[in-house]
């Protein structure tokens, strides 16, 4: 018989896989979803991580995705002042 402990790590990583699966957070539903004025917490718990954030002067600079695809967020003060996005689905 399978152990109760058992169940606690494979069902979340089993439902955390199958999420992946189901696509990637940088799509054009979600950047709607994106507006200035937002901190950098609300537009991370819409789109996740960024793969990279640079600062300079004053303005953070962060990346979801890559060159083909995805979003350029400029954050100051730590509130979204301009976004685009590249390739979208």
């Not at 018989?1 to 940088?26: D, E, F, K, N």
Request: hydrophobic share 40%; aromatic share 6%.
């Amino acid at each position: 018989m399978i152990s109760r402990t058992w169940y606690h790590i494979v069902i979340p990583v089993m439902l955390s896989a199958l999420l992946s699966a189901c696509g990637s957070a940088l799509n054009i539903e979600n950047y709607n979803k994106l507006q200035t004025g937002q901190s950098y917490d609300e537009v991370k718990r819409i789109i996740g991580e960024p793969a990279r954030c640079d600062e300079a002067l004053g303005i953070r600079s962060c990346v979801w995705g890559d060159d083909q695809h995805g979003i350029n967020i400029n954050f100051v003060a730590g509130k979204v002042l301009l976004l685009s996005a590249r390739n979208l689905k």
